[in-house]
């Protein structure tokens, strides 16, 4: 499955996943605004198979079909 990585340059670790390059329309608006200005990073294809750094690549799937879009969030900091 193809998808389309956007990072929002508003927030440091914060990802947009869409199924087609520059197509927000399944993306709810309260979501686009929280992300602000974003930036293309890169296409993927994605597979059960593909190892990712930070995400299950079977959940964003997932997610892509069911929603249109998968938000990647920045890591949880543990607290002390």
Same mark, same amino acid.
């Given at each position: 499955m193809q998808c389309f990585i956007y990072k929002s340059l508003k $927030? %440091?670790?914060?990802?947009?996943y869409i199924v087609n $390059? %520059?197509?927000f329309s399944k993306v709810p608006e309260?979501?686009?605004n929280s992300f602000g200005k974003m930036e293309f990073v890169i296409d993927i294809e994605l597979s059960q198979e593909r190892k990712l750094?930070?995400?299950d690549a079977g959940k964003i799937m997932d997610s892509l079909k069911a929603q249109g879009f998968f938000v990647q969030l920045?890591?949880?900091r543990e607290t002390a």
């Open positions: $927030k %440091d670790y914060l990802y947009l $390059k %520059d197509d309260a979501l686009l750094a930070r995400e920045p890591p949880q």
